[in-house]
């Protein structure tokens, strides 16, 4: 993506309001369907500073934290996640501007959540076969007990 159009913003704008609907910190464009690379987040505790990343991509990464992560689309489910301590991230703003943002902690790991997203992979994929059988068992219970 080179440029940021109406298109992308509106969509941010959609993406933000579902995502403070949903008390997430985080929200990537496939997880409502749409095949493009924008991202929202806002980490801040009075849920007024929206982060806005079109076309992120980590340009570097060093060290390594483990924290546990929930996920909007794997509701209910909580696991530690083992990924960098600090990235590097290159991006869009809203505007199409370029930018790029160091990031540790809790930022870091929100991020690389969010790109994995666009990439098609959920954190549950980095879990030991025993665990992740667990939470698909988990999942599908959720999912028989919803339909009725
Ligand atoms: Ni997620």
Redesign the pocket.
Known sequence: MESVTDYERQLAADMLETMYEARGI?L?AT?VNKGVRVVVMDLSEGRDEPRFFINPEIVDRSGSQTCEEG????PGIYAEVERAEKVTIRALDLDGEAFELEADGLLAVCIQ??ID?LDGK??VDYLSPLKRRMVEKRLRKQQRAAKV
């Open positions: 985080g990537a997880q996920c909007l689309s794997v959540h969010e997203h959920v954190f």
